[in-house]
């Protein structure tokens, strides 16, 4: 088992940064590979980034390669979301979670475990 809880965000202005954080408690977190998604109101859950592991490897859906950054410290069971230059289209609830082996890196259901979610809005 593995509890994730997200915190880190709120209000920017467009062309802002926030960094998000994922601390995680449980068992065993260093051997998880973990993602961040995102969430806007009437849309569907979707990928942003992916971390390996030992943070060897990341993965960003398209629209926020050059802006996001995904890192890990499993010393203290931390993964980040670092967010610049932010657009009102990043504006949704972001998610990290813990990865599974039910799918894909980039489909929700290739994760176990979620956090509760927190709130970026972008104003332009």
């Known amino acids: 088992q593995v509890q994730l809880a997200e915190s880190g965000g709120g209000l920017v202005q467009a062309g802002g940064s926030l960094r998000l954080t994922c601390a995680a408690s449980?068992?065993?977190?260093?051997?998880?590979?973990m993602g961040w998604f995102r969430q806007a109101p009437g849309r569907e859950r979707e990928f942003v980034a992916r971390i390996d592991w030992s943070g060897g490897s990341q993965y960003y859906t398209d629209s926020v390669k050059g802006r996001f950054t995904v890192s890990r410290d499993n010393a203290k069971n931390t993964v980040y979301l670092q967010m610049n230059s932010l657009k009102p289209e990043d504006t949704a609830v972001y998610y990290c979670?813990?990865?599974?082996?039910?799918?894909?890196?980039?489909?929700?259901?290739?994760?176990?475990?979620w956090g509760q979610g927190t709130q970026v809005t972008v104003s332009s």
């Open positions: 979670a813990a990865e599974g082996w039910g799918g894909k890196y980039y489909q929700p259901q290739g994760y176990d475990y």
């Open positions: 449980g068992r065993a977190f260093s051997s998880y590979g």
